[in-house]
C-alpha cells in the first residue's frame, strides 16, 4: 500500500523541526493525549538545553514510571527509564559516579512524591547536585485517575469519588523544608518562564525543584467536569500569579483555586560533594583525595604538589653540578 501523500518522513522531521536535534523523532508522535502539558515540559527543557549551549554528552535524563516518565524515551541524550519511585536515587548515582554529568530529573507528582517521596526529600536534605522537574497533574494519569499527594482537597479522582479528604503536599513548601536550594513553580501555559526556570536550575549548583502544573485533560479535567485543556490554560491564564520569593508556606493550591508561581527560593549551600569532600579534609587533611575531580584537575593538582615540593627538577637547571 502506498504511503498516504501527508506522510512526513523522519528525514523531514529533522529538517523542518527546530527541536529535532534534541528529540527522538523517529519515536513521534508522542503517547500523551491532546491537551497534556507534558509536550510543553520537554520543549522547554528543549529550548533550555539549545539556549544554554550545552554539550549533549554531558547531560543525563532520568525518569520514572507514569505519563510524565515516558520522557526519557523522546529526548535525544542519554536517558534512563528507572523503576516506579526510583528515578532520584539512580539519578544520584549517575551524579556520583560522572560529577561531570548535568543530570536531569523529569518525572510526576505520583512517581516522585509517593512511591518516591522518600527519595525526594533526602536528595534536597543532601543538596544533591540534581535539577528535577515535576509534571503535577494531581493525578494518576496513566493507571486510572487514584488520588495522589498533590491531589487537591475535595476534587474527584477515582479512589475518592466523593471528594478527596486527605491533605494534598505543597510541593514547593515540602523540598524547601527538606532543604532544596533553588525552588520554582509555574504552569505549563506559562512556557517560556519554565525554559528560563530550566536554565537557571541547570545553572545552580545544589538540590533545583522546578514544580510545573499541568493538566491531565483524560482524567482529572473530565472527572471534575472542568472541561477540556484549554479550559485549563483559561483557568491558569485568570488565577496563577507570579510571586517571585513567596514565602513556600503560602503557596499551596486549593481546588481550582489560585496558584502562586515564580522563583521561590534560590540560596548557596555547599552541595552534597562539597560536603564530603570538605569533610574529610578537615578531618583527614592533606592524604584525603578530593571525590569527584576530574582526571584533567588531578593532573593539575599533581603538577603543582611536585612544582611546590621541587620533585622531578634537574639539577643542573637549579645551578647544580656534578662533583
Known amino acids: 500500500m502506498n504511503a498516504p501523500e501527508y506522510a512526513v518522513s523522519d528525514a523531514d522531521f529533522r529538517t523542518e523541526n527546530p527541536m529535532a536535534e534534541f528529540l527522538r523523532m523517529e519515536r513521534m508522535p508522542h503517547i500523551w493525549c491532546p491537551g ?7 520543549t522547554s527543557f528543549a529550548e533550555a538545553i539549545k539556549a544554554g549551549g550545552y554539550d549533549m554528552d554531558k ?3 532520568v525518569s520514572g514510571i507514569g505519563c510524565t516518565g515516558r520522557v526519557a524515551g523522546y529526548v535525544r541524550f542519554d536517558s534512563f527509564h528507572t523503576t516506579h519511585g526510583r528515578a532520584i536515587p539512580f539519578a544520584t548515582g549517575l ?8 543530570v536531569v530529573v523529569i518525572s510526576g507528582d505520583g512517581d516522585l512524591t509517593s ?33 495522589t499527594p498533590t491531589t487537591p482537597n475535595t476534587a474527584n479522582a477515582s479512589t475518592t469519588p466523593y471528594g478527596n ?9 515540602l523540598v524547601d523544608a ?5 525552588v520554582a513553580r509555574w504552569t505549563s501555559l506559562h512556557a517560556r518562564n519554565i525554559t528560563q526556570s530550566i ?3 541547570l545553572k545552580h549548583k545544589g538540590f533545583s525543584f522546578i514544580e510545573v502544573i499541568a493538566p491531565c485533560t483524560t482524567l482529572y479535567q473530565r472527572r471534575n467536569r472542568l472541561g477540556d485543556g484549554l479550559d485549563a490554560m483559561q483557568y491558569y491564564h485568570d488565577d496563577a500569579d507570579i510571586q517571585h520569593g513567596a514565602d513556600t508556606r503560602t503557596v499551596d493550591i486549593g481546588y481550582q483555586g489560585k496558584i502562586a508561581m ?12 562539597e560536603a564530603v569532600n570538605d569533610h574529610y579534609v578537615n578531618v583527614i587533611g592533606d592524604d584525603y583525595e578530593l571525590y569527584g575531580k576530574t582526571p584533567m584537575e588531578k593532573k593539575a593538582e599533581e603538577e603543582a604538589r611536585k612544582s611546590a615540593s621541587g620533585e622531578g627538577e634537574d639539577p643542573k637547571a637549579c645551578g647544580g653540578d656534578d662533583d
Open 59 to 61: 547531560i543525563a535524563v
Open 115 to 147: 512511591i518516591g517521596g522518600n527519595h525526594l526529600i533526602h536528595a534536597a536534605r543532601r543538596n544533591m547536585d540534581l535539577t528535577v522537574i515535576c509534571v503535577n497533574n494531581f493525578t494518576y494519569g496513566m493507571t486510572g485517575g487514584q488520588v
Open 95 to 102: 551524579k556520583l559516579a560522572n560529577p561531570e554529568l548535568k
Open 165 to 173: 479528604y486527605e491533605t494534598p503536599f505543597s510541593l514547593p513548601f
Open 262 to 273: 515564580g522563583k521561590f527560593v534560590d540560596r548557596p549551600r555547599a552541595t552534597y560533594l
Open 36 to 42: 497534556c502539558g507534558i509536550g510543553t515540559v520537554v
Open 178 to 182: 527538606a532543604g532544596a536550594t533553588f
Open 199 to 201: 536554565g537557571q536550575a
